[in-house]
């Protein structure tokens, strides 16, 4: 890769920064001082040192967003700000991209990272990865509804499998309430599909968890940070 991208990837700095320290001799390749940010580097051979200090490279980042309304789950969009513009140089030199998607106008938790097999393994079918969500409602759900879900909806292109919904509260004055529905797959538009199966209307939807990482009630809408060293370890322990 090129050097400037190693620095940013290593956290020397922004691509700016990273191209003014180059200039001014404080990094060296395998011991001799280098300023070209296009040189070629092996990361894995060469030994990069930024103020004299060996620079370890990263492989793979694993990023918790509480993703707002209103971007896109996605790495590029023609039209719509997407989740890697709310990143940083770093994270985006990593490549990360979302792990499976959410709508526009849902917010919670979105998982990013690079590593394409926890990426795959938590979005394959084999391995029934739940997620939760949060969703406020238009109309009263009812106990009936709590056994359609169990039993799987069947929509007009696949039948949902069995899911869990909870009824946390109605308020009839208002033709309101608010429930929690645990999935394990992620069909496109699947909670807002089941509730309207059941003729009534998300009108805000937010995920909580996705297998055993749970959103950060300390992120704000927009906000990010890596995971865990213990949310990590229970990712992976959980598709291994
Ligand atoms: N279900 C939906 O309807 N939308 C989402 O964004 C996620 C799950």
Redesign the pocket.
Same mark, same amino acid.
């Given at each position: 890769m090129r050097l400037d991208k190693f620095l940013v990837a290593c956290a020397v700095g922004s691509r700016t920064e990273v191209k003014n320290m180059l200039k001014a001799g404080r990094v060296t390749v395998n011991g001799k001082k280098e300023k070209s940010a296009k040189l070629q580097i092996d990361e894995k051979i060469d030994e990069i040192r930024f103020d004299g200090q060996v620079l370890e490279y990263e492989e793979f980042v694993y990023y918790m967003m509480n993703k707002p309304q209103g971007v896109i789950s996605a790495t590029e969009d023609p039209k719509h700000r997407t989740v890697l513009d709310l990143l940083d140089d770093l994270a985006r030199s990593k490549e990360v991209f979302p792990v499976g +998607?959410?709508?526009i106008?849902?917010h919670g938790l979105l998982l990013l990272t690079n590593d394409g097999k926890l990426a795959h393994a938590l979005l394959s079918p084999k391995h029934h990865v739940d997620?939760t969500?949060l969703a406020q409602v238009k109309g009263i759900m009812a106990q009936e509804d709590v056994e359609i879900f169990a039993k799987g909806i069947p929509l007009k292109d696949f039948t949902c499998q069995p899911a869990r919904l909870e009824i946390l509260y109605t308020d009839a004055e208002k033709n309101q309430s608010q429930i929690c529905v645990t999935?394990a797959e992620?069909?496109?538009?699947?909670?807002?599909?089941?509730v309207a199966y059941c003729g009534k209307e998300?009108v805000d939807?937010q +995920?909580l968890a996705m297998g055993t990482l749970i959103l950060d009630e300390n992120l704000q809408r927009g906000e990010w940070r890596r995971l865990t060293e213990e949310e990590l370890e229970a990712l992976l322990a959980s598709i291994a």
């Open positions: +998607r959410l709508d106008d849902t997620k969500y999935i992620g069909k496109f538009h699947q909670v807002k599909r089941m998300v939807l +995920r």
